[in-house]
């Protein structure tokens, strides 16, 4: 299972480095097959294995010898390395399948938000879907209907709670974080409402953290955006993997 669910990461995060390039672009993720962006020349499927062919390669196209940027086997080292954390955190469990898309998903979006400010529909909408499909399945399977309501539940009341923020102020919070927010709400309310106030609360802490450290070295101003997709999804590992540890010591207090 966890071998399975690491090589299936690195293929996953393949997939997920084309997303990150072309949705911002407005591109199709389906057609045409991957090339290299300096000298439009397709990429050989020897050259497409995952993380392998970066290295065998230098780090460079083959044909133009341009750089290849190193975020592309990051994504799918990290991709792999979610997918085995999944594995190991759930076991055989029918809710497996919804959380590998949720933090596939999530990477996605954070990347995507560091490198253009945007978290757009066109992943957002389809990962809320599969998420909630997914979770629906489980559901059904193992007759877990009470976690399905409580996710639900989880999911819209983070929806409106963002929205109130936005609305309130939206330099305090973009809405393509409001748009976020139902599937962080319902992913981590499978697992417990405590899991989403956790989630949520780390990456306001993290958030803060490092956005204050950045203007302590002038690196920001207190007007810049910035890309809070990538603390909502690190708050939301971070409440997946070791939530459950946290909680039970915050409730041993």
Do not use: Q
């Not at 949520?200 to 890309?227: C, K």
């Amino acid at each position: 299972m966890v071998t399975v669910c690491g090589l299936l990461g690195l293929a996953v995060g393949s997939f997920l480095n084309v997303v990150i390039h072309r949705v911002p672009r407005k591109e199709s993720v389906v057609r045409p097959r991957s090339r290299c962006p300096h000298c439009a020349e397709a990429i050989r499927e020897r050259d497409n294995i995952p993380v392998l062919s970066w290295i065998l390669l230098r780090g460079r196209c083959r044909a133009c010898r341009a750089p290849i940027p190193a975020r592309y086997p990051f994504v799918e080292l990290a991709t792999s390395v979610l997918f085995v954390g999944v594995a190991l955190r759930f076991g055989a469990d029918w809710a497996v399948p919804a959380f590998l898309a949720f933090v596939a998903g999530l990477l996605a979006l954070a990347l995507t938000d560091l490198e253009h400010l945007l978290l757009p529909k066109r992943i957002v909408h389809p990962l809320i879907l599969m998420v909630g499909s997914l979770l629906l399945a489980a559901a059904v399977a193992e007759g877990r209907w009470h976690r399905l309501v409580v996710a639900a539940v989880c999911g819209a009341a983070s929806f409106a709670a963002l929205l109130a923020i936005h609305l309130a102020n939206p330099r305090w919070m973009a809405f393509g974080d409001v748009r976020l927010a139902p599937v962080i709400g319902m992913a981590l309310g499978w697992l417990g409402g405590g899991y989403v106030l956790l989630g949520f609360l780390v990456a306001n802490l993290l958030g803060s953290l490092i956005g204050l450290a950045l203007m302590a070295a002038r690196r920001i101003s207190r007007r810049s955006p910035v890309p809070f997709g990538v603390f909502l999804a690190l708050g939301a590992y971070v409440s997946v993997f070791a939530g459950g540890p946290i909680l039970s010591w915050y409730r041993g207090l």
